[in-house]
């Protein structure tokens, strides 16, 4: 029998609390028995400072801990809830060798440390289910999808688009936005760019879209496809045009191939994106 | 008696209705009697598609119209609500010499547009209240102030700390981290920048901060004003730190001088912002 795999909890964002963690551990072992992997949840996951899983130097002490363990094979973020961007060059420059064997796996929030990794070359870095999805409505899909992914890279939990687009990465639209311009931002040449977002106006979505848009490196890209946005709440009045129309119009303003829909989203059907091209 | 000052009002974003322009029309005649301004309402600020006083070609020609023409003194737009960085590069292409004489007043969204205006060296372009500030409760104070500005450029409608901050920009928080990267964006470089918003949570205006101090050329200012930070809906946990804590915090990690308070915002209160120094 193969070693247990390892995986590493942090929370870079907001907090889990630790019924959470002991749910996510059961699942694991019920669902992958004699298979399933070890998971450590940092205790740094369960710490509060305001908004935050602890304090900025927490986050990002604790992550770099992890995932310079030579003994964790993968790091799995606990949570989005914003966060990520604070720590996030203070825990990059921590990390070492080991650090670039193993996987990463999160999204939304933990998007703009996936983007620093990425940049900085790490190899295995993915956009997909985390523990928090556990609370969900169906919420055993989203986690049977991670550690799927994580355990034995089983094909059906990569988004299908990728497997065929080539090099891809992908993003919460508003994290995305965030980290243009900062050092977290990534290369985006010959990547298909996949975007979903959760609860914002449709008039902030086409906002974002014209950020995106604009941005030269985004339009290296080899094209977008549109995830989900949901949740969307009903503003004064009707915006005028769906999810769809707005990515169709910015792609085409700025000379971006619109490629159709993507498998991502908030929510149980989230599909694994490897940044890059690494299992191609 | 010197000639009445023409004010053209268009509307970059959101719509307007008819009854408003009247009021606004009106009390630009009680306050200010012979010496009241001409207020021309184009007709596109009273269109609507979707959300949009008319589609992007709609405003923008009524804005690059009014903005052309040589017997309209100044240009007011109407109200922000998003839609104007949908038209405003189609709208600047279009201005010609005449344009680049008149005065350019508004905020929020129409910020998108005073940048754009100021990058191609438009000299006149300023931050201040808007008609759509007549239906604020004491919105009255708001529109004196937009008038004796526009008459009068009287001193006390401007934001005293500009008067010896040298050259100014104010934004929007949310409008600002828009552009950039965008055509829209103008040249940061020994600027004092206002910044402004509503309605945001605080873990955006803190990712918004991170996002806006991450730019090398927003990092070119002179230094960090905040504005009101008004209408902050209340998160599931407290976020730990108050609007200056954080302008303070990303100012100290970017190492933009952080200036104090600044008094401009969604509010009767918003003082006029000159872009640069051109009244100094």
Same mark, same amino acid.
């Given at each position: 029998?193969?070693?247990?795999?390892?995986?590493?909890?942090?929370?870079?964002?907001?907090? %889990?609390?630790?019924?959470?963690?002991?749910?996510?551990?059961?699942?694991?072992?019920?669902?992958?028995?004699?298979?399933?992997?070890? %998971?450590?949840?940092?205790?740094?996951?369960?710490?509060?400072?305001?908004?935050?899983?602890?304090?900025?130097?927490?986050?990002?002490?604790?992550?770099?801990?992890?995932?310079?363990?030579?003994?964790?094979?993968?790091?799995?973020?606990?949570?989005?809830?914003?966060?990520?961007?604070?720590?996030?060059?203070?825990?990059?420059?921590?990390?070492?060798?080991?650090?670039?064997?193993?996987?990463?796996?999160?999204?939304?929030?933990?998007?703009?440390?996936?983007?620093?990794?990425?940049?900085?070359?790490?190899?295995?870095?993915?956009?997909?289910?985390?523990?928090?999805? %556990?609370?969900?409505?169906?919420?055993?899909?989203?986690?049977?999808?991670?550690?799927?992914?994580?355990?034995?890279?089983?094909?059906?939990?990569?988004?299908?688009?990728?497997?065929?687009?080539?090099?891809?990465?992908?993003?919460?639209?508003?994290?995305?936005?965030?980290?243009?311009?900062?050092?977290?931002?990534?290369?985006?040449?010959?990547?298909?760019?996949?975007?979903?977002?959760?609860?914002?106006?449709?008039?902030?979505?086409?906002?974002?879209?014209?950020?995106?848009?604009?941005?030269?490196?985004?339009?290296?890209?080899?094209?977008?496809?549109?995830?989900?946005?949901?949740?969307?709440?009903?503003?004064?009045?009707?915006?005028?045009?769906?999810?769809?129309? %707005?990515?169709?119009?910015?792609?085409?303003?700025?000379?971006?191939?619109?490629?159709?829909?993507?498998?991502?989203?908030?929510?149980?059907?989230?599909?694994?994106?490897?940044?890059?091209?690494?299992?191609?």
């Amino acid at each position: 029998m193969s070693k247990r795999l390892r995986i590493g909890v942090v929370a870079p964002g907001a907090r %889990i609390d630790r019924e959470l963690a002991e749910r996510v551990a059961a699942y694991a072992s019920d669902y992958l028995l004699d298979r399933a992997p070890e %998971i450590v949840f940092h205790p740094q996951c369960f710490l509060s400072a305001g908004h935050f899983a602890g304090d900025d130097d927490a986050r990002a002490k604790a992550f770099a801990e992890y995932a310079n363990d030579p003994d964790i094979d993968a790091i799995w973020f606990a949570r989005g809830g914003y966060g990520a961007c604070r720590m996030a060059e203070a825990a990059l420059e921590r990390l070492g060798p080991a650090a670039a064997r193993k996987t990463y796996l999160g999204y939304s929030d933990a998007g703009a440390l996936l983007a620093g990794l990425y940049k900085r070359g790490f190899q295995r870095v993915a956009h997909g289910p985390m523990p928090v999805d %556990i609370i969900r409505e169906g919420g055993g899909a989203a986690l049977r999808r991670a550690l799927s992914y994580l355990v034995d890279r089983a094909p059906e939990t990569i988004e299908l688009n990728t497997r065929f687009d080539g090099k891809s990465m992908a993003f919460n639209i508003m994290v995305l936005s965030s980290i243009l311009g900062s050092p977290l931002e990534p290369d985006f040449s010959g990547h298909v760019l996949l975007l979903e977002d959760v609860g914002e106006y449709l008039y902030r979505i086409d906002r974002t879209f014209f950020h995106i848009t604009s941005s030269p490196n985004v339009r290296r890209v080899k094209g977008v496809r549109l995830g989900r946005i949901s949740e969307i709440p009903e503003n004064d009045r009707p915006f005028g045009a769906n999810e769809e129309e %707005i990515a169709r119009h910015w792609c085409a303003r700025a000379g971006i191939a619109y490629l159709g829909r993507a498998d991502i989203g908030h929510d149980v059907e989230n599909k694994v994106v490897e940044f890059g091209a690494w299992s191609a």
